[in-house]
């Protein structure tokens, strides 16, 4: 089984259907670290009213009651796709279950459209797995899939998975691409979903970036995100300024060439800015 092809990226709606049919906003609404409900609410109102239909957070943010706040403000759920994450310290199975409950009750929703495990913590991670599988046929969640998960991980989980994960939610950005993790992906059909694509403002370290901008009028951000795009990944980046917020959905009335994707893709260092998935939480 492979991941679906990306869709002609040609607007902010543009969307990838996952293996179990669930269309995605390829380009999303990142909340991490807007924790301050004065910060947050709206952050993501703005997002929301600039067109965004994805938003992304996690119990650990302590966000989920602010997320939920801006979306009833904007009164239109249905038009929504909302990414939720289940947390370290809920990984035995009834911790897990409610640990969902949790997350909805804060949201104010009766289910999200995306649950996913935010880190492996080792290997041990079987009986959360099965309560998410739970709570996808419980219909609080219509997909289910991974955060920071790399090969291993996932040989194990989908040697015992009865549900495979469809999304794996990972740190991507010029400096660290992780290949084998994208083959795997293709592999199996597991759509990749880039955190960090902005490697946490270190674009201003890599003249390559300023050229290609300038070459297209944009700034070094709108380009990042466009080649995470053009490199079939949905994407998250966040913001509290709403005229970020904007520029950042700016990404659509211009394409890279073969030659500047080529450029950006040769800039690979294996070289992360966040936690290692193989120590994080062991």
């Known amino acids: ?28 609404f990142g909340t991490w670290q807007l924790k301050d409900p004065d910060v947050c609410v709206p952050a993501v109102r703005a997002a929301l009213d600039a067109g965004y239909k994805h938003l992304d957070t996690a119990l650990i943010y302590g966000n989920e009651t602010s997320v939920g706040k801006a979306v009833k403000e904007h009164g239109r759920r249905d038009e929504l796709f909302i990414t939720t994450k289940l947390w370290n ?6 911790d897990a279950l409610k640990g969902c409950d949790e997350s909805l009750k804060n949201l104010g929703v009766d ?3 995306l649950y996913l495990m935010h880190w492996p913590c ?31 991980h996932f040989q194990k989980l989908l040697d015992e998975a009865d549900v495979k994960p469809v999304v794996n939610q990972f740190e991507f950005h010029a400096w660290l691409q992780q290949p ?32 290609i901008a300038e070459a297209h009028g944009k700034s070094r ?11 079939g990944l949905v994407t998250i980046p966040r913001s509290s300024k709403p005229d970020h ?3 950042n959905a700016e990404v ?31």
Request: overall charge negative; proline content about 6%; some cysteine.
């Open 111 to 113: 289910h999200v459209d």
């Open 180 to 211: 084998e993790l994208l083959k795997y992906h293709d592999d199996h059909g597991i759509v990749g979903e880039a955190w960090s694509p902005l490697m946490r403002g270190h674009y201003n370290d890599i003249p390559e970036i300023g050229d």
């Open 252 to 282: 659509f009335d211009f394409a890279l060439t073969d030659d500047q994707m080529n450029t950006l893709n040769g800039l690979d260092q294996n070289k992360r800015l966040g936690g290692d998935p193989m120590t994080l939480g062991t």
């Open 221 to 231: 951000v709108q380009v990042l995100l466009r080649w995470v795009l053009q490199r």
């Open 245 to 247: 917020i904007r520029a």
């Open 122 to 152: 080792g290997m041990d991670f079987l009986d959360a797995w099965r309560a998410m599988e739970k709570c996808l046929e419980q219909g609080k969640t219509r997909a289910i899939g991974c955060s920071n998960f790399l090969v291993p």
């Open 1 to 28: 089984m492979t991941a679906a092809a990306p869709p002609p990226l040609d607007s902010l709606d543009a969307a990838i259907t996952l293996p179990n049919g669930v269309d995605m906003p390829m380009l999303g």
């Open 89 to 94: 310290e809920h990984h035995a199975y009834d």
